[in-house]
């Protein structure tokens, strides 16, 4: 089998990685990759989501099997053109994208098919939704409606804060047309976990709960990220919780699509917020989790590519994963100045260290080759990933990889996993 793997993130050095290793696969190219990648497959420039390109590059690859990493290709409609052209591929059609591309078809969806979800209305007129705030009096949540890069989201601490942010999305439109519809919803609270599902359309399989950290600064300060870092199992998901997750969550969001005629091929990725009993979906994203999947593939204990490919084919394979019982953990590495104006050009050195250590695996995301030099290219540049017998184990691994790499100016956080271990990981008196 031929497979194209879609992004060039450290999600897409882990499923690279991944599917490179299964006897299924006779050759897998990536587009566009980075320079990690490159170390293992061939790959070809081209912008993710321009849709006929990708096509084109698949057509002339004799690709069998498409991966989409990244949620914009899925959104502009990447699946339907791949199946219009016979090319399976991993990854919802536009009308399954729209749980993720829109927040006020992902909220109405779930009051649908009753998935439990915090109380909500939509605006399409900015002075409706600030009478609507300011009839309510209570701090809200103020979505923008649309694909906004992870910063459409303002957890209002009062009404003044909400009505500011609706200024923002709907008379400004800071977010574009992203921004033209809100969704206002109650505040909930809680501890955040990340839950993946591989789905066929009508069956599932659920992977191991992860949790991932937003913030730039350690304890969960500054401001919110792609994701600084992630780890796996959370304590608070029992294997009650977990079960719980499967059939409140992920059944019925899977019933309810195949209901709604929506085959969806790809990842259902629920971010839920527990709090003790109270269980409530705040999106769903329609892709893998970046870096969640680093270590989702790290503690996954089987060959991908039978849940792919199966899952593309509408007939994935249903017994119960095996999944390693070492936790892991995964560090993000980002470059100076992110998450705001990166500079990038910065050598890189250090990674046959960090990769030396037992249980790392050292995933590039925005790394590329100058002059033969790797240089950052990227707000995130690396993802340190560890296996360890335990958290704080996996830590101190991922921990002392991330210590010998070398990156001017970079910045990564040092409490990755500290909610779910005892001791945080000190930084070494030389750095
Ligand atoms: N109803 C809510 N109550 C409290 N916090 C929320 C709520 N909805 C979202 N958040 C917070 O905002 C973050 C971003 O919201 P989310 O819906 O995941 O959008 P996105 O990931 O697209 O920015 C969440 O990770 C969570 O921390
Ligand atoms: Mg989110």
Sequence with gaps: MRVLVVGGGAREHALVRAIVRSPLVSETVALPGNAGIAREVRCIGGRVDDVPA??????????????????????????????????????????????????????????????????????????????????LGRPLVVKADG??????????????????????????????????????????????????????????????????????FDGDRGPNTGGMGAYSPPTVVTDA???????????PTARGLAADGIPFRGVLFAGLMLDGDTLNVLEFNVRFGDPETAVLMARLDTDIVPLLDGAARGALPTAALPVVASPAIAVVIAAAGYPGAVR?????????????????????????????????????????????????????????????IALPGSQHRRDIGASGRRRQTPRPASS
Excluded: N
């Design 344 to 404: 990038t050009g910065d050598p890189i050195s250090g990674l046959e260290e960090a990769a030396a250590v037992p249980g790392v695996s050292v995933l590039h995301a925005g790394t590329a080759k100058k002059d033969e030099v790797l240089v950052s290219s990227g707000g995130r540049v690396l993802c340190v990933t560890a296996l360890g017998s335990d958290l704080d184990d996996a830590a101190e691994r991922a921990y002392r990889a991330v210590d010998a």
């Design 241 to 251: 919780v977990h079960a719980r997750i499967v059939r409140e969550v992920i059944a």
């Design 54 to 135: 990708v096509v084109d590059v698949a057509l002339r690859e004799r690709i069998d099997l498409v991966v989409v990493g990244p949620e914009a290709p899925l959104v502009a409609g990447l699946v339907d053109a791949l199946a219009a052209a016979g090319i399976r591929a991993f990854g919802p059609p536009r009308a399954g994208a729209e749980l993720e591309g829109s927040k006020a078809f992902c909220k109405r969806f779930m009051k649908r098919h009753g998935i439990p979800t915090a109380p909500f209305e939509v605006f399409d007129d900015a002075d409706a939704a600030e009478r609507h705030v300011r009839a």
């Design 147 to 216: 694909l906004a890069a992870g910063k459409g989201v303002v957890v209002a601490s009062d009404v003044d804060e909400a009505c500011a942010a609706i200024d923002a999305m709907m008379r400004a439109r800071v977010f574009g047309d992203a921004g033209a519809r809100v969704v206002i919803e109650e505040r909930v609270h809680g501890q955040e976990i990340s839950f993946h599902a591989i789905c066929d359309g009508e069956r599932f399989v659920p992977l191991a709960a992860a949790q991932d950290h937003k913030r730039i």
